[in-house]
């Protein structure tokens, strides 16, 4: 899974797309440009698709960087996420950002969806 992601979408696409309840334009002021980055403020929807901006990964107490990822197939039987496992939200994204290796360089690479301009990571 991805560490950085992208939010190339207008406010009104982004309420149309996910029903937001109540939601002004001005809202969306509050997340920082389209590359969303691990800490940066995200916009997240909850099941009751009232949007919120929260840091993007979860903050743990055992590693200084936030965890990111989890794995479906695990999830339920680790301890750091027990906690967590009954308040999903959805994220936006237009396209999310994987890294490769090319010999010693690191490149990056959009990978973005072909059927919509938005989809949601849970």
């Given at each position: 899974m991805c560490s950085r992601y992208e939010v190339r979408a207008s406010p009104a696409d982004i309420i149309?797309?996910?029903?937001?309840?109540?939601?002004?334009?001005?809202?969306?002021?509050?997340?920082?440009?389209?590359?969303?980055?691990?800490?940066?403020?995200?916009?997240?929807?909850?099941?009751?698709?009232?949007?919120?901006?929260?840091?993007?990964?979860?903050?743990?107490?055992?590693?200084?960087?936030?965890?990111?990822?989890?794995?479906?197939?695990t999830a339920t039987q680790k301890p750091t996420f027990n906690s967590i496992l009954n308040r999903r939200v959805l994220i936006p994204a237009s396209a999310y950002i994987e890294w490769r290796r090319d010999g010693r360089d690191k490149i990056k690479t959009q990978i973005a969806p072909r059927s919509s301009k938005l989809f949601a990571m849970a």
């Amino acid at each position: 899974m991805c560490s950085r992601y992208e939010v190339r979408a207008s406010p009104a696409d982004i309420i149309e797309r996910f029903g937001l309840v109540a939601t002004s334009h001005a809202f969306f002021d509050r997340v920082t440009g389209p590359e969303v980055r691990p800490t940066d403020p995200a916009l997240v929807i909850a099941t009751d698709q009232t949007p919120d901006i929260l840091p993007w990964g979860l903050e743990v107490t055992w590693q200084k960087s936030p965890v990111i990822n989890a794995r479906a197939e695990t999830a339920t039987q680790k301890p750091t996420f027990n906690s967590i496992l009954n308040r999903r939200v959805l994220i936006p994204a237009s396209a999310y950002i994987e890294w490769r290796r090319d010999g010693r360089d690191k490149i990056k690479t959009q990978i973005a969806p072909r059927s919509s301009k938005l989809f949601a990571m849970a």
